[in-house]
């Protein structure tokens, strides 16, 4: 199925709905919910997926594993996706919380052969045995560290969803405190409470994270001089040793 709407077909009496969908440039999927869990490919661009606790970045050719029922909001940044829609009852497995996985050749052909299924398409056979196959190599993926958390209070995850907007090497636990109405050590322990990481750690991965959706249009120097690395060496050593690929990876032009 191809850019057709979850609601004119969740009543259907299949475990695994796939339905393909191709977005504008910039297109924000405002804060929704599914009844069902929904494993999202994108086939093409990245994804940044927000949640109450974190905030998921989905670079090109991976997807995102989003348990039924959960509050999301997602930024399409030149992305066709893959979606399967699935009933919770057929995925006793899935995570509690969204999960970055990678999407090898074999599932990825598999999703692209799924988005061609008729709505109703067939449980016996070609189809139906290609839906069953799609879970069990989804339920063989391995998590990818493209995230972080938000932490529960509000003064603090507003802080980190304003630097998530807008990253900034200059920032320090002093300037965070401060706007907390705290001393640092106090900020830093509370912080670290909520989140499970020093402000400073955090910050850093939130830097690297902000980088997977500008290497779409710019190069590896260029965007770590736009992040306040002091070189692209430095930058890429940072990316490399936190998710384990370099950003040329993902950087514009490649290939």
């Known amino acids: 199925m191809k850019n057709i709407p979850l609601d004119d077909v969740d009543h259907l009496d299949r475990a695994v709905l796939p339905i393909g969908t191709d977005y504008p440039a910039g297109r924000v999927l405002d804060w929704h919910a599914h009844r069902r869990a929904q494993f999202l490919y994108g086939a093409t ?22 348990p039924a029922a959960t509050p999301h909001r997602v930024r399409m940044l030149g992305v066709s996706t893959r979606s399967l829609y ?57 998590p990818l560290p493209f995230h972080v958390g938000i932490p529960s209070s509000g003064d603090l995850a507003a802080l980190c969803r304003e630097y998530l907007a807008a990253p900034d090497a200059a920032v320090t636990n002093t300037d965070w405190a401060a706007r907390t109405a705290l ?57 490399t040793r936190t998710f384990g690929m370099p950003p040329s990876r993902f950087a514009a032009g490649r290939g």
Request: proline residues 8%; glycine residues 6%.
């Open 45 to 66: 661009g990245v994804m940044v997926v927000d949640t109450a606790d974190g905030t998921w970045t989905v670079p090109p050719e991976r997807a995102v594993l989003i």
């Open 86 to 142: 699935v009933e919770p009852g057929a995925v006793p497995w899935w995570p509690a919380r969204c999960t970055v996985v990678d999407v090898p050749p074999l599932l990825r052909e598999l999703l692209l052969a799924a988005v061609e299924f008729p709505a109703d398409y067939g449980l016996s056979g070609r189809e139906g045995a290609i839906a069953t196959l799609l879970l069990h190599e989804i339920a063989a993926r391995s």
């Open 183 to 239: 001393s640092e050590r106090a900020f830093t322990r509370r912080f670290r409470a909520e989140t499970g990481e020093s402000p400073a750690v955090w910050r850093s991965r939130a830097r690297l994270l902000a980088a997977v959706p500008l290497l779409r249009t710019a190069s590896v120097s260029a965007v770590s001089g736009r992040l306040g690395y002091s070189s692209p060496a430095a930058f890429t050593a940072a990316f």
